[in-house]
């Protein structure tokens, strides 16, 4: 027995709205893994903070890579070992730490808004307010040796 081939056109009117719904559910499935958001590390040498809570960053991702310009709004989060703190706390925070190249600053990029979500650093508290206080001591954000 011989199967015979049918093109959509030749199909039953249900087979053909079954078939359309089945790629509806398909397409749509794909649309809900979509990407939102992308993050950056970056390393803080490279890094240009926002200098005020509403105005943006920028940041290269290496030395020769082209630069990224993005916005800051008062509801992107500013934490400093993945706790969050106050704007001005943060930039207090940025301007102390000695070893910029490898410091690593990571950036979350809302990409439907274009805005960042938020902006962590690790930073060695305790180097920290050494520097604040003027004792010497490791400068690297490392536990000193």
């Known amino acids: 027995m011989k ?3 049918l093109t959509l056109l030749e199909l039953p009117s ?3 709205l079954s078939l359309i719904a089945l790629l509806g559910l ?6 809900q ?3 939102v958001s992308q993050a950056y590390e970056i390393p803080l040498a490279e890094f240009r903070g926002p200098v005020t809570p509403n105005g943006a960053t920028t940041f290269r991702e290496c030395t020769d ?3 990224h310009y993005l916005r800051v709004t008062a509801d992107t989060r500013y934490q400093l ?7 001005d706390t943060f930039r ?9 190249e490898n410091t690593v600053v990571v950036l979350l990029h ?16 305790e180097q920290l307010e050494r520097d604040q206080t003027g004792e010497r001591g490791n400068t690297g954000l490392g536990p000193s040796s």
Do not use: H, W
């Not at 070992?81 to 704007?87: E, H, L, Q, W």
């Not at 207090?92 to 910029?100: N, P, V």
């Open 65 to 67: 890579c082209e630069a």
């Open 92 to 100: 207090e925070a940025l301007k102390r730490i000695r070893d910029r």
């Open 81 to 87: 070992n993945g706790r969050a703190v106050r704007f």
């Open 26 to 31: 398909s397409m749509s499935a794909a649309a």
């Open 110 to 125: 809302y990409l439907e808004t274009d805005t960042v979500v938020s902006i962590d650093v690790p930073v060695d508290t």
């Open 14 to 16: 249900a087979m053909k």
């Open 3 to 5: 199967q015979q081939r």
């Open 33 to 35: 893994d979509a990407i």
